[in-house]
């Protein structure tokens, strides 16, 4: 039994002691991450994992780190934290996954006002569906109780990952041509990005948000907001191993024009179709409230692909098969033309 205990620390407003129920409440959810890599246990000061290199000539690691943004102002009001750590480790595979890298362990930060060893572990509760989802391993974290810092019912969520490639096989736009396609993978919302124009639009504070709305097809404000971060490891590392991909942009803040023109190399431009795109009602909703510009939301917002790939035009429809069977809503939203903006929205 842990016998560490202070009375003074906790008259300042930090109690170790929920620190120690927080871990053996999230113990669970952590077991199901783990992998066949993981050689540590939870609570030690570094997590271990054992990397498997055969097949590969030339290991390289990616590495990614994310929050999930003031997205967490949702889950205070509506009292909701089972989701918000998915957010967390989608933010940070799907980066990772855009150099053709397979996540294979994930660490977060927590930091609070007050430990609430419940709210806490429902905060792991996320992140480890978050990690199962992408096939990383939950090998530590760190909880910071920080009284007089934050308000007693908020925190602050971060998360890191590695991921791992053979050097021959990290993503490589200088092989992307014109004539390629532009393939979108459906987002399921507005992920985790924008969330401060989204507060500000609505006015969250003062809102009703469990109130069905119509033009979000009955469903709440809060539900909407809330729904979590779409993670696409499992299924680009699928189009991966059968079709050659030559740029991956995971679209998060700054929306299209920011994210596409990542993986667009000079003298080249993605000319997106705007009538291809299929936008999620949220965001109909969300500039009609607002009276926010297309272009606006369109540098803002996902608009309803959550990423897009790059492919030959010889293999689009095999390209759509595996995205499909794997799961995405997937479709042509525009190809690879000689520009040099990188980017146009026509």
């Known amino acids: 039994m842990n016998k560490s205990k202070s009375d003074a620390y906790a008259a300042a407003g930090v109690d170790i002691t929920a620190g120690y129920k927080a871990v053996e409440l999230m113990k669970t959810h952590i077991k199901r991450t783990m992998t066949k890599g993981v050689c540590s246990d939870v609570g030690g000061f570094g997590g271990c994992f054992e990397l498997d290199l055969e097949g590969m000539k030339r290991p390289i690691l990616v590495s990614g780190t994310d929050g999930v943004g003031t997205k967490l102002k949702m889950a205070f009001l509506m009292d909701k934290h089972d989701t918000v750590g998915i957010d967390c480790v989608a933010m940070c595979v799907n980066d990772v996954i855009c150099a053709g890298a397979k996540p294979l362990f994930f660490l977060d930060y927590i930091a609070c006002g007050k430990n609430v060893p419940e709210r806490i572990a429902d905060i792991v509760k996320g992140v480890a569906e978050g990690c199962v989802q992408s096939g990383a391993a939950l090998i530590g974290g760190e909880t910071a109780e920080m009284p007089g810092f934050y308000p007693e019912d908020e925190y602050d969520l971060a998360g890191y990952c590695t991921g791992i490639v053979d050097k021959d096989k990290i993503i490589d736009n200088n092989k992307m041509a014109v004539g390629d396609v532009v393939i979108a993978l459906a987002s399921s919302g507005v992920h985790s990005n924008g969330f401060s124009l989204v507060r500000k639009v609505f006015d969250v ?27 696409y490891v499992k299924s ?7 079709v050659e991909v030559k740029g991956i942009s995971h679209i998060t803040g700054g929306g299209f024009y920011e994210n596409i023109p990542r993986s667009i190399p ?8 705007r009538k291809s795109v299929k936008i999620l009602p949220i965001f109909n909703y969300l500039a009609k409230v607002g009276n926010v510009t297309e272009r606006d939301m369109f540098n803002t917002f996902n608009m309803g692909v959550g990423m897009s790939v790059v492919v030959r035009p010889e293999d689009v429809e095999k390209a759509l098969s595996i995205l499909t069977a794997n799961g995405e809503d ?7 033309i000689k520009g040099e903006d990188k980017i146009e929205i026509v």
């Open 205 to 231: 504070e003062n809102t009703d948000l469990r109130k069905p709305i119509e033009e979000l097809n009955g469903k709440s404000l809060g539900e909407t907001l809330l729904t979590p971060t779409k993670i």
């Open 236 to 242: 680009i590392l699928a189009l991966l191993n059968e």
């Open 266 to 273: 000079d003298g080249l431009c993605a000319k997106i179709d």
């Open 330 to 336: 997937a479709y042509v939203i525009g190809e690879i």
